[in-house]
């Protein structure tokens, strides 16, 4: 009798208090089961029951059923959300929709996620291919037979992760303007207003006192070598406007590594060996860097950005096979003034075997088989990396 009068009084509560209205919205909480801030109801029932109300629009929503218990407490208050919150709201969620969920949306804070994304986090490849000519050259110098210094490659690949992260930076501060223009670099956060310049250029300054940090552990000569390419990181982003060579120019500036892994090892350069294995790396980077041009050469056709993909157009094949024999000859020059074994050699085959691949089947039309060709060049370095391990350990 209890249980019955119980749900009857909720009934009649409900349907009393539960008024239709286009402003109001349903709140929930878990404290007490409530039509009202004035009336509450108690239970002592474990089980919560059903109440059934006559399906009716309460601000644009409908209810037909409530578990005293689980729905606790019901506010026919105004909605909080405004008209302009609601679509912040869903501007943020397109944003992030496009952008792509990666594991920065996942595992950081929501404040921390543009500088992630500005340092491009969320794309390592960059930072692979800063590395391995890094890693090519401090195995290189290593003794005959013996491995390479390990703590050497932890030092470079963090230099690497946030040498890529400041150049990044930098490129999309001083191209914010331009990067509006663009399909594929109109969600950069300072280019879609997500982070102001100040608060990038702050953040530059963050990247570039950790880079030093790295950069005073090695010896001076080193300190010195190292400290002489942020001309080259700073001038980088201004290539594309006054040259339709900014690819070889990146090339001088990403290879950078191949002369410091050296220094580091031996304190000064070989240049017998070192001068070659620096220009395979700039050859590279014309390779795999015009490849990845033909993505954007449509809209910097028309924003008036130059580069080798418009300077080669449809000769393109033509000018990346010829870079990429130049890479592969001066990679075994400079083993061979290295006197290194001949595992290097067979990984050399091995790696112009990859090169090919990608000159020959790439798509120069696709942006989407551009952008495969490009991120595959992590693994022409992981194989240039082994040959030399191998032939190094061997020698």
């Known amino acids: 009798m209890a249980a019955a009068f119980w749900l009857s009084h909720a009934s009649r509560t409900t349907s009393r208090f539960l008024k239709p209205s286009s402003s109001s919205s349903i709140t929930l909480s878990r404290s007490l089961f409530s039509v009202s801030s004035s009336h509450y109801l108690a ?85 692979w291919l800063l590395a391995w000519p890094c890693m090519w050259s401090i195995t290189l110098a290593a003794n005959p037979g013996q491995l390479p210094d390990f703590k050497m490659l932890m030092l470079f690949g963090c230099g690497a992760l946030l040498l890529r992260g400041a150049g990044c930076t930098i490129n999309d501060l001083l191209d914010r303007d331009i990067d509006t223009m663009v399909e594929r670099t109109k969600l950069r956060p300072v280019a879609s207003g997500l982070l102001t310049p100040f608060q990038g250029i702050c953040f530059l300054g963050f990247q570039l006192i950790l880079g030093l940090g790295i950069l005073l552990q090695l010896n001076n000569y080193s300190r010195i070598l190292g400290a002489s390419s942020l001309l080259l990181v700073f001038s980088y982003p201004l290539m594309k406007r006054l040259t339709f060579w900014p690819q070889a120019y990146l090339g001088l500036t990403f ?60 000769s393109t094949k033509k000018w990346i096979m010829g870079f990429g024999i130049a890479c592969i000859s001066s990679l075994a020059l400079s083993g061979y003034n290295a006197e290194i074994g001949w595992p290097y050699y067979a990984s050399l085959a091995t790696a112009s075997g990859q090169l090919a691949w990608q000159i020959w089947t790439v798509d120069l039309s696709s942006r989407a088989d551009c952008n495969r060709k490009f991120v595959s060049n992590k693994w022409f370095g992981a194989i240039i990396f082994s040959g030399i391990l191998f032939g190094r350990l061997s020698s």
Do not use: C, M
């Open 43 to 127: 239970t002592s029932n474990p089980s919560p029951s059903p109440i059934t109300v006559p399906n009716q629009s309460y601000g644009g929503r409908w209810v037909s059923e409530f578990r005293v218990g689980s729905v606790s407490y019901i506010s026919t208050s105004p909605s909080s959300s405004s008209p302009a919150t609601t679509a912040k709201s869903d501007e943020n969620r397109s944003r992030e929709a496009k952008v792509g969920v990666s594991w920065i949306d996942l595992y950081l804070p929501r404040q921390a996620r543009p500088y992630a994304r500005l340092a491009r986090l969320d794309k390592p490849i960059g930072t």
């Open 255 to 314: 290879n950078w590594g191949a002369l410091l892994g050296w220094s580091a090892i031996k304190g000064d350069i070989d240049p017998a060996i070192v001068l070659p294995l620096y220009v395979s790396g700039v050859f590279w980077t014309l390779v795999y860097d015009t490849i990845y041009a033909h993505q954007d050469k449509e809209d910097d056709l028309r924003v008036g950005i130059k580069s080798t993909a418009l300077r080669f157009g449809d």
